[in-house]
T-cell receptor
């Protein structure tokens, strides 16, 4: 059963802590993405990766870091530098090249600062 | 800079009515315009998509209308059902291998029974 798996579903972070959100896909997609969703603001791109060991900043990369050591995995670390991390985080993947490259999304991780 | 503007923010429609959501874009390099549907607590899922070389695409009760000269596109949901109640996002992507999506701000649709 192919798809994207995000874990955990809910995550609580204390002030000053770094936390890592997991994203794994078995769709054999080259491209992976992290989006942040806040109420009334749609989805904003944090980071994306087109190939293993390469990634680029999106629109709101400050306070976040990623790695892409394996094609299947694209973990996101929310660092203590991110001042307002409470949000719903969505991971996606797609094929590269071509026009109709549908992005498939995971079920999301809801991060709350306590 | 918001490159894809979506309206309305919320929409309430009676069962059987037509739901219309509008989007406008600025970047003329965009060449792929999908609509995503999201239920609470879930990730978005592709609903329907269009390329700018056609003016309309229909899939079941869902239709995208596209106006390239006005840089606008819209989603029409015919015979709206309570099960259609969700948040809808328009999006756009442009030329280049990454093709990352730029999303509109979303429309929360409620279909009353």
């Amino acid at each position: 059963d192919g798809g994207i798996t995000q874990s955990p579903k809910y995550l609580f972070r204390k002030e000053g802590q770094n936390v890592t959100l997991s994203c794994e896909q078995n769709l054999n997609h080259d491209a992976m993405y992290w989006y942040r969703q806040d109420p009334g603001q749609g989805l904003r791109l944090i980071y994306y990766s087109q190939i293993v060991n390469d990634f680029q900043k999106g629109d709101i990369a400050e306070g976040y870091s990623v790695s892409r050591e394996k094609k299947e995995s694209f973990p996101l670390t929310v660092t203590s530098a991110q001042k307002n991390p409470t949000a719903f985080y969505l991971c996606a993947s797609s094929r590269t090249g071509g026009v109709n490259t549908e992005a498939f999304f995971g079920q999301g991780t809801r991060l709350t600062v306590v | 800079q918001q490159q894809v503007k979506q309206s309305p923010q919320s929409l309430i429609v009676q069962k059987g009515g037509i739901s219309i959501i509008n989007c406008a874009y600025e970047n003329t390099a965009f060449d792929y315009f999908p609509w995503y549907q999201q239920f609470p607590g879930k990730g978005p899922a592709l609903l329907i998509a269009i390329r700018p070389d056609v003016s309309e695409k229909k899939e079941g009760r869902f239709t995208i209308s596209f106006n390239k000269s006005a840089k606008q596109f819209s989603l029409h949901i015919m015979d709206s059902q309570p099960g259609d109640s969700a948040t809808y996002f328009c999006a756009a992507s442009g030329r280049g291998s990454a093709r990352q999506l730029t999303f509109g701000s979303g429309t929360q649709l409620t279909v009353l029974p």
